[in-house]
């Protein structure tokens, strides 16, 4: 499904309002998603795990390309 990025931003207080909404391992901004989503009506819990691993595969790919590249100048370097 397609989704679309938004970007905005808040004051203290509400910053301080979500923090106290988050979940364990939940980032602030996953936090105002699902916060958003629950008010629509959207959310669904399936959705925030499946969200929760792509993070995860993200980071590990993001953690091989940075070896690959490591060793890609290692190797033109001789």
Do not use: C
């Not at 901004?29 to 792509?54: C, F, P, W």
């Amino acid at each position: 499904m397609p989704s679309k990025a938004f970007s905005f931003r808040l004051p203290d207080a509400a910053v301080q309002a979500l923090s106290a909404l988050q979940l364990e391992d939940e980032t602030l901004n996953q936090t105002a998603q699902r916060v958003i989503m629950e008010h629509l009506g959207v959310y669904t819990k399936s959705s925030t795990i499946v969200d929760r691993r792509l993070e995860v595969v993200e980071a590990a790919l993001t953690e091989v390309r940075s070896q690959l590249e490591e060793l890609r100048g290692k190797w033109k370097a001789r």
